[in-house]
């Protein structure tokens, strides 16, 4: 089964392949069918390397080599840096590129499987690293993972996830699902420092000051002007193209932020209950106004709201559905510190409202089992109603907000903060924001070309000229050196291309 795909920006596709028969099988040594005797299985998987051709489409390797990569109609990057030998896959009428996807015993290099991968890849834009998750990574009878340099295809590292344990995991099954990386990839940054030189060699002496509020053009390669900074005290000025952005994550921590009001009067106001009764529970004849409060919303004023929800569990101790679908409507609190809740009638229900433009409705089907907390018990989009909170004049990040849950038919049973120990199961906010970008942000590509401008004409300079080029590309001399050139218009200019990832 072909299970993930991942693009390294530079014209190669990694395929993971999974072997189906690994999620058929548990161990060796699994009994087998009635117990007719005792199974020794295994499978085998794949990483496969594909290079985009000219025409737009995609050629799978055949053939690698340590000089190649066993694309011949490759569009670009066809060459392979230095791998260590023996040659990839000796054993193999057609090596691939990665060629270390086999089990040697630790210690003795005894060959016992080829072809150990689980078919799921996470890759890390700029590392130069795929990482694949396989069995046997470590030693026999274990699931990890695998890290490969994607410049050579060689095996750089293995982690073991999971050991070896009499069965009680998988062992040399599909004992691990899908990877991924929680950290996002380095941003792509351009920038540089310019100084008085002094002695007019063109290069960083020390002692020679910088030139600070120098404005700073960057252009694309047809000359279209994206962006402009301004040298700082230290001469230095830089462009970007990250963006600031953020989730925040906030679980109802005591009895009085989530609270369960009677609509028929005196609208008497609940903060212990055992569960949510979300809506109209016909068991108990009245129906409810939800609040739930939600405290430390560390969300920045200015800040875009991308997505939010609400997530509940389920309770499962009485009446949990009634309408299939149920739909509620979820408004939030009109104020800028949402206090908690009281047991004072109507404490729920009479709080102002956001607006009736950013009301939410949000329709779940039929709810079964006890704590569970997946998509069904998830809310609708409520991005535009904590837009509304965090845009009000008093927001401060840190601050609490409060939703309102209506419904007079029908009906849902979640868990609150004191139906189970510590309120593992209590209502979850979760918020994405973004925020404007900084000054210097300019939507850089990999493998790019651009041009860095300085107009030799601005007051900074003071009639200064530009130093030439001292042509020293040595490793440290061309880092201090200078590497503007004259252009027709009175600017001074230099070009360069971004790399492209990995």
């Given at each position: 089964?072909?299970?993930?795909?991942?693009?390294?920006?530079?014209?190669?596709?990694?395929l993971?392949?999974?072997?189906?028969?690994?999620?058929?099988a548990?161990?060796?040594?699994?009994?087998?069918?009635?117990?007719?005797?005792?199974t020794n299985?295994?499978?085998?998987?794949?990483?496969?390397?594909?290079?985009?051709?000219?025409?737009?489409?995609?050629?799978?390797?055949?053939?690698?080599?340590?000089?190649?990569?066993?694309?011949?109609?490759?569009?670009?990057g066809?060459?392979?840096?230095?791998?260590?030998?023996?040659?990839?896959?000796?054993?193999?009428?057609l090596p691939?590129?990665?060629?270390?996807e086999?089990?040697?015993?630790?210690?003795?290099?005894?060959?016992?499987?080829?072809?150990?991968?689980?078919?799921?890849?996470?890759?890390?834009?700029?590392?130069?690293?795929?990482?694949?998750?396989?069995?046997?990574?470590?030693?026999?009878?274990?699931?990890g993972?695998?890290?490969?340099?994607?410049?050579?295809?060689n095996?750089?590292?293995?982690v073991?996830?999971?050991e070896a344990?009499?069965g009680?995991?998988?062992?040399?099954?599909g004992?691990?699902?899908?990877?991924?990386?929680?950290?996002?990839?380095?941003?792509?940054?351009?920038g540089?420092?310019?100084?008085?030189?002094?002695?007019g060699?063109?290069?960083?002496?020390?002692?020679?000051?910088?030139?600070?509020?120098?404005?700073?053009?960057?252009?694309?390669?047809?000359?279209?002007?994206?962006?402009?900074?301004?040298?700082?005290?230290?001469?230095?000025?830089?462009?970007?193209?990250?963006?600031?952005?953020?989730?925040?994550?906030?679980?109802?921590n005591?009895?009085?932020?989530?609270?369960?009001?009677?609509?028929?009067?005196?609208?008497?106001?609940?903060?212990?209950?055992?569960d949510?009764?979300?809506?109209?529970?016909n068991?108990?004849?009245?129906?409810?106004?939800?609040?739930?409060?939600?405290?430390?919303?560390?969300v920045?004023?200015g800040?875009?709201i991308?997505s939010?929800?609400?997530?509940?569990?389920t309770?499962?101790?009485?009446?949990?559905?009634?309408?299939?679908?149920?739909?509620?409507?979820?408004?939030?609190?009109?104020?800028d510190?949402?206090?908690?809740?009281?047991?004072v009638?109507?404490?729920?229900?009479?709080?102002?409202?956001?607006?009736?433009?950013?009301?939410?409705?949000?329709?779940?089907?039929t709810?079964?089992?006890?704590?569970?907390?997946?998509?069904?018990?998830?809310?609708?989009?409520?991005?535009?109603?904590?837009?509304?909170?965090?845009?009000?004049?008093g927001?401060?990040?840190?601050?609490?907000m409060?939703f309102?849950?209506n419904?007079?038919?029908?009906?849902?049973?979640?868990?609150?903060?004191?139906?189970?120990?510590?309120?593992?199961?209590?209502?979850?906010?979760v918020?994405?924001?973004?925020l404007?970008?900084?000054?210097?942000?300019?939507?850089?590509?990999?493998?790019?070309?651009?041009?860095?401008?300085?107009?030799?004409?601005?007051?900074?300079?003071?009639?200064?000229?530009?130093?030439?080029?001292?042509?020293?590309?040595?490793?440290?001399?061309?880092?201090?050196?200078?590497?503007?050139?004259?252009?027709?218009?009175?600017?001074?200019?230099?070009n360069?291309?971004?790399?492209?990832?990995?």
């Amino acid at each position: 089964m072909l299970t993930d795909i991942e693009l390294d920006g530079r014209g190669f596709m990694y395929l993971g392949i999974r072997d189906r028969f690994s999620d058929q099988a548990y161990d060796s040594g699994d009994p087998g069918p009635a117990g007719a005797g005792l199974t020794n299985q295994r499978f085998g998987g794949d990483l496969l390397l594909a290079c985009q051709t000219a025409g737009g489409g995609w050629q799978l390797e055949s053939g690698a080599t340590l000089a190649t990569r066993g694309c011949t109609n490759g569009l670009t990057g066809e060459a392979r840096l230095a791998s260590n030998p023996p040659s990839p896959d000796a054993n193999y009428t057609l090596p691939e590129f990665f060629h270390n996807e086999q089990f040697l015993e630790y210690g003795t290099n005894d060959l016992y499987h080829d072809e150990t991968a689980l078919g799921t890849l996470a890759m890390l834009y700029g590392s130069g690293e795929l990482v694949g998750t396989r069995y046997d990574a470590w030693e026999a009878f274990e699931n990890g993972t695998t890290t490969f340099d994607i410049n050579n295809g060689n095996r750089l590292r293995a982690v073991q996830l999971y050991e070896a344990n009499n069965g009680a995991f998988f062992r040399k099954a599909g004992g691990l699902g899908d990877i991924e990386l929680l950290g996002g990839a380095a941003p792509i940054e351009v920038g540089n420092r310019i100084w008085r030189d002094d002695d007019g060699d063109g290069i960083q002496d020390p002692g020679e000051p910088p030139i600070a509020g120098v404005t700073v053009g960057l252009h694309d390669a047809a000359g279209t002007l994206l962006n402009s900074a301004i040298t700082d005290a230290n001469g230095n000025y830089t462009f970007s193209n990250s963006q600031t952005i953020g989730t925040i994550v906030s679980q109802i921590n005591q009895s009085s932020d989530d609270a369960e009001q009677l609509t028929n009067a005196p609208d008497t106001v609940t903060l212990t209950g055992a569960d949510l009764d979300i809506g109209n529970n016909n068991a108990g004849g009245t129906p409810h106004h939800i609040g739930l409060r939600f405290t430390n919303i560390v969300v920045p004023p200015g800040a875009t709201i991308t997505s939010a929800y609400i997530q509940f569990a389920t309770d499962g101790s009485g009446p949990d559905n009634i309408g299939n679908p149920a739909i509620f409507t979820i408004d939030g609190q009109a104020a800028d510190n949402a206090p908690t809740f009281a047991a004072v009638n109507n404490n729920v229900e009479g709080r102002p409202r956001t607006t009736l433009g950013v009301r939410a409705t949000w329709s779940t089907a039929t709810w079964t089992g006890t704590n569970f907390n997946g998509p069904l018990q998830r809310t609708s989009n409520l991005s535009a109603i904590v837009q509304e909170i965090v845009d009000r004049a008093g927001w401060v990040s840190g601050n609490a907000m409060a939703f309102i849950i209506n419904n007079s038919v029908q009906h849902r049973e979640a868990e609150s903060f004191d139906g189970r120990p510590n309120g593992i199961f209590a209502p979850v906010l979760v918020v994405n924001y973004s925020l404007p970008n900084p000054a210097n942000f300019v939507a850089l590509q990999f493998r790019s070309s651009y041009e860095l401008r300085v107009n030799q004409n601005q007051a900074a300079l003071n009639g200064m000229s530009v130093s030439p080029p001292d042509n020293d590309l040595t490793t440290f001399g061309d880092i201090r050196d200078s590497d503007g050139q004259p252009r027709l218009g009175g600017y001074v200019a230099t070009n360069f291309t971004t790399a492209g990832p990995g």
